[in-house]
């Protein structure tokens, strides 16, 4: 297994897949993004030993996407040479945005004024793109209507930009590791990725398609088939762990020297003298016996698209790390399933009020297991997520909704022998004994025997491999980034982080859970890199080709 270097990730991996037409719409890409001279030293390049060190390379990856989920597959696919267009037969049913469109039909989605296009548009997310995307795919799904989209897709091999996708597991991301007896969220439709028809695709695996809703698992190997039916596979790197994504910067007197890492403190003091350059990717891929391979990278652009649940929020409480705390569906969902909790008489108690949470309560109710379930809020507080979803589609949510309004604790009464609400409560500590004591918010104390208990209040995305764990890309830089409170602040149509330049963040990271908008971010990141390529070429040509990269 090489050690990854650029050139081993440019040049190396034609070896690997001995596909002629790969090198050269590589190359020709390369030449394109970086101009004729640089393009002359890539294909001079020499196929690198597995031994070669990250300082032998003289070529930086356009491109690094972290995280092969939805959102960094849907990238690849842009950036793979795909352009949206406005189909001819297309009418869209909003009339202002449709004749927005027609002002520009010859162009790709990619190659026109997002904002523009953007203003004015409503919808379930904040980022105006990810509503433009959305609306463009699903034209008004939030009101119920299943129209076809608007867009065709053409494979435009010139517009192809080199880059990597860097992920833990296969294709698919989180979702090869979601519970898989649950029903998704969203409609099967809303999940698909552009190009390739979930339904079409479902269809094709199992017979009988009862409703639009699907298990996760189907949703997981949709995705995995997807890069490989759209020809994507050699830009993928499966089970690569990334340890560490920093600046590099060069000497401004050192005329075409080499980037080098500078410490904090001499960067401080000499400021003046260094300009920002690329980035360093430094990790490890795990191998086949186990064993890990590190890798280094240099890249223009890194992509974070992560997601956001490597890491389990806690309730940081005395006792929540005994054996018995389980802080994740599939750990409660195997815990149910291996019967380990069948026949107990104590409850299980499952803390938290969105659908993780729900899921949990659904999993022990169907398995006769009781259950004490504990939240925050109000039963009426309008941001609880059951609020939002029709009782016609999902009608087992509303199932345990109902539960949580009229199946509450209160002192005069006992636990009820199914299922027991405690809304406006929180866990205090947990016991060895498996006990665990209970506060309403009048302060009142109440103690409970358990079988187990499910903590499921959210989860964090692990951004460790960035300077102060990525805080500092947060609207608020002193806390960690959260989906809700405390997403990555970017560029509303590049995607682009305020505070550090050719660092891009997509989905949950900029407040996306849903796949249908996450796919905006790609459209975003696809439309700046392209216009950016753009006044390199016209500059290069300004230039009359130059020694450098213009």
Same mark, same amino acid.
């Given at each position: 297994?090489?050690?990854?270097?650029?050139?081993?990730?440019?040049?190396?991996? =034609?070896?690997?897949?001995?596909?002629?037409?790969?090198?050269?719409?590589?190359?020709?890409?390369?030449?394109?993004?970086?101009?004729?001279?640089?393009?002359?030293?890539?294909?001079?390049?020499?196929?690198?030993?597995?031994?070669?060190?990250?300082?032998?390379? !003289?070529?930086?990856?356009?491109?690094?996407?972290?995280?092969?989920?939805?959102?960094?597959?849907?990238? *690849?696919?842009? /950036? !793979?040479?795909?352009?949206?267009?406005?189909?001819?037969?297309?009418?869209?049913?909003?009339?202002?945005?449709?004749?927005?469109?027609?002002?520009?039909?010859?162009?790709?989605?990619?190659?026109?004024?997002?904002?523009?296009?953007?203003?004015?548009?409503?919808?379930?997310?904040?980022?105006?793109? #990810?509503?433009?995307?959305?609306?463009?795919?699903?034209?008004? &799904?939030?009101?119920?209507?299943?129209?076809? %989209?608007?867009?065709?897709?053409?494979?435009?091999?010139?517009?192809?930009?080199?880059?990597?996708?860097?992920?833990?597991?296969?294709?698919?991301?989180?979702?090869?590791?979601?519970?898989? *007896?649950?029903?998704?969220?969203?409609?099967?439709?809303?999940?698909?990725?552009?190009?390739?028809?979930?339904?079409?695709? +479902?269809?094709?695996?199992?017979?009988?398609?009862?409703?639009?809703?699907?298990?996760?698992?189907? +949703? &997981?190997?949709?995705?995995?088939?997807?890069?490989?039916?759209?020809?994507?596979?050699?830009?993928?790197?499966?089970?690569?762990? @990334?340890?560490?994504?920093?600046?590099?910067?060069?000497?401004?007197?050192?005329?075409?020297?080499?980037?080098?890492?500078?410490? &904090?403190?001499?960067?401080? @003091?000499?400021?003046?003298?260094?300009?920002?350059?690329?980035?360093?990717?430094?990790?490890?891929?795990?191998?086949?016996?186990?064993?890990?391979?590190?890798?280094?990278?240099?890249?223009?652009?890194?992509?974070?698209?992560?997601?956001?649940?490597?890491?389990?929020?806690?309730?940081?409480?005395?006792?929540?790390? =005994?054996?018995?705390?389980?802080?994740?569906?599939?750990? =409660?969902?195997?815990?149910?399933?291996?019967?380990?909790?069948?026949?107990?008489?104590?409850?299980?108690?499952?803390?938290?009020?969105?659908?993780? &949470?729900?899921?949990? +309560?659904?999993?022990?109710?169907?398995?006769?297991?009781?259950?004490?379930?504990?939240?925050?809020?109000?039963?009426?507080?309008? !941001? /609880?997520?059951?609020?939002?979803?029709?009782?016609?589609?999902?009608?087992?949510?509303?199932?345990?909704?109902?539960?949580?309004?009229?199946? *509450?604790?209160?002192?005069?009464?006992?636990?009820?022998?199914?299922?027991? %609400?405690?809304?406006?409560?929180?866990?205090? %500590?947990?016991?060895?004994?498996?006990?665990?004591?209970?506060?309403?918010? %009048?302060?009142?104390?109440?103690?409970?025997?358990? *079988?187990?208990?499910?903590?499921?209040?959210?989860?964090?995305?692990?951004?460790?491999?960035?300077?102060?764990?990525?805080?500092?890309?947060?609207?608020?830089?002193?806390?960690?980034?959260?989906?809700?409170?405390?997403?990555?602040?970017?560029? #509303?149509?590049?995607?682009?982080?305020?505070?550090?330049?050719?660092?891009?963040?997509?989905?949950?990271?900029?407040?996306?859970?849903?796949?249908?908008?996450?796919?905006?971010?790609?459209?975003?990141?696809?439309?700046? /890199?392209?216009?950016?390529?753009?006044?390199?070429?016209?500059?290069?040509?300004?230039?009359?080709?130059?020694?450098?990269?213009?």
């Amino acid at each position: 297994m090489p050690v990854w270097c650029c050139r081993c990730s440019l040049a190396g991996h =034609f070896r690997n897949y001995g596909d002629t037409e790969t090198e050269g719409e590589i190359y020709n890409s390369l030449v394109q993004y970086f101009g004729d001279n640089l393009g002359r030293k890539v294909k001079a390049m020499p196929l690198v030993e597995e031994t070669s060190l990250l300082e032998d390379s !003289s070529v930086t990856l356009p491109v690094v996407i972290i995280g092969n989920g939805p959102s960094g597959i849907c990238l *690849s696919y842009m /950036l !793979s040479g795909y352009r949206p267009y406005l189909s001819s037969e297309a009418v869209h049913p909003n009339t202002i945005l449709h004749s927005k469109l027609q002002e520009a039909r010859h162009l790709s989605i990619v190659d026109q004024d997002l904002e523009y296009l953007s203003e004015g548009l409503e919808g379930r997310s904040s980022n105006p793109v #990810a509503v433009l995307f959305d609306t463009l795919l699903h034209p008004d &799904a939030d009101f119920g209507y299943d129209y076809p %989209s608007v867009l065709h897709w053409k494979l435009e091999q010139h517009h192809y930009i080199p880059h990597l996708v860097l992920g833990k597991g296969p294709p698919g991301g989180a979702w090869h590791n979601m519970e898989g *007896s649950m029903l998704t969220i969203s409609f099967g439709n809303w999940m698909e990725l552009p190009g390739l028809k979930f339904k079409d695709w +479902v269809t094709s695996k199992r017979r009988n398609l009862k409703g639009d809703r699907v298990m996760p698992e189907e +949703v &997981a190997r949709y995705y995995k088939h997807y890069v490989k039916v759209m020809g994507l596979q050699k830009n993928f790197r499966e089970n690569t762990y @990334i340890t560490s994504v920093s600046r590099l910067y060069r000497d401004q007197d050192d005329g075409g020297g080499q980037d080098r890492a500078i410490s &904090a403190q001499h960067l401080q @003091i000499e400021k003046s003298q260094f300009i920002k350059r690329n980035w360093e990717i430094r990790g490890y891929q795990r191998i086949a016996d186990g064993s890990h391979v590190p890798f280094s990278l240099f890249a223009e652009n890194v992509v974070l698209a992560t997601g956001t649940l490597d890491s389990p929020a806690h309730l940081e409480v005395e006792g929540e790390d =005994f054996p018995f705390v389980f802080h994740s569906m599939p750990e =409660f969902g195997a815990a149910v399933s291996q019967g380990k909790l069948r026949g107990k008489v104590d409850p299980v108690l499952i803390v938290g009020s969105g659908l993780t &949470a729900a899921d949990a +309560v659904l999993c022990a109710y169907n398995n006769n297991i009781p259950v004490i379930h504990v939240f925050r809020r109000r039963v009426t507080d309008p !941001s /609880l997520i059951f609020k939002q979803l029709p009782k016609k589609l999902y009608p087992e949510y509303h199932k345990v909704y109902h539960m949580m309004c009229t199946q *509450s604790y209160s002192a005069d009464s006992t636990l009820l022998s199914d299922y027991t %609400s405690f809304p406006e409560h929180h866990v205090l %500590s947990f016991k060895p004994d498996m006990k665990c004591i209970l506060q309403s918010v %009048s302060g009142l104390k109440k103690i409970f025997k358990l *079988s187990a208990a499910a903590v499921l209040i959210g989860s964090h995305p692990n951004l460790s491999f960035l300077k102060e764990q990525g805080c500092y890309l947060g609207h608020n830089s002193s806390h960690p980034i959260k989906c809700k409170s405390n997403p990555v602040e970017i560029d #509303a149509f590049t995607y682009e982080c305020v505070k550090e330049a050719h660092l891009f963040a997509l989905g949950p990271l900029v407040g996306d859970n849903f796949v249908r908008f996450l796919k905006g971010g790609a459209l975003g990141v696809t439309h700046c /890199l392209a216009t950016r390529q753009k006044k390199k070429q016209h500059l290069f040509v300004e230039r009359g080709g130059g020694d450098g990269i213009a």
